[in-house]
């Protein structure tokens, strides 16, 4: 590659009818300028080119590192949300069994509590007729004993009377001779 340099310190060789010396070194001195001129523009786009690279490499890989997350991310959300659905599912399976449960233990509640009273009901019929029974039978035993009461004063009347009669009749009754004795 010609440097600037190169076009600066270019001789020629002098001819007969050659160009002029000044116009020449004139116009080498512009195109050695302009050359520098490219070159540094070269030099600065190169640079520039190299920034850029450097730059778009950071932002792929901070576009892989954001897509990474965004992939981790939804994995990371479809792992909750299957966990959330598991979890809600173990949730309503256990409240299913406790209300089963619940259940089961109100109807067995219900048929212990039907059975004590049935059982009550059934004590309370014995209770009655028992006590019907009970009140029956003091009932007789009284009516016995009023009959008796009764019936042995009207018997005591009856045998003074009888004994009055025989003491007036003068004979003795057997009753009365168990009773000497």
């Known amino acids: 590659m010609i440097m600037p340099l190169d076009i600066q310190n270019k001789e020629f060789s002098k001819g007969v009818r050659g160009y002029k010396e000044d116009e020449v070194d004139q116009f080498l001195d512009m195109l050695t300028l302009d050359y520098e001129k490219l070159l540094e523009d070269n030099r600065l786009l190169k640079q520039k080119i190299s920034d850029l690279e450097k730059e778009l490499e950071k932002k792929t890989r901070a576009e892989d590192s954001v897509m990474e997350t965004l992939a981790t991310t939804k994995s990371l959300m479809q792992d909750i949300s299957e966990s959330a659905?598991?979890?809600?599912?173990?949730?309503?399976?256990?409240?299913?069994?406790?209300?089963?449960?619940?259940?089961?233990?109100?109807?067995?509640?219900?048929?212990?509590?039907?059975?004590?009273?049935?059982?009550l009901k059934n004590r309370l019929n014995i209770f009655n007729t028992r006590y019907k029974t009970l009140l029956e039978s003091e009932l007789e035993k009284f009516d016995?004993?009023?009959?008796?009461l009764f019936y042995s004063d009207e018997l005591s009347r009856d045998e003074k009377s009888q004994q009055d009669k025989e003491k007036d009749e003068g004979t003795v009754n057997i009753s009365d001779i168990g009773q000497l004795i």
Do not use: F, G, H, S
């Not at 016995?144 to 008796?148: G, N």
């Open 144 to 148: 016995v004993l009023t009959q008796e």
């Open 85 to 119: 659905e598991k979890r809600a599912k173990i949730l309503l399976k256990n409240a299913e069994l406790d209300a089963e449960v619940i259940v089961r233990e109100a109807k067995e509640n219900v048929e212990r509590c039907k059975d004590e009273y049935q059982q």
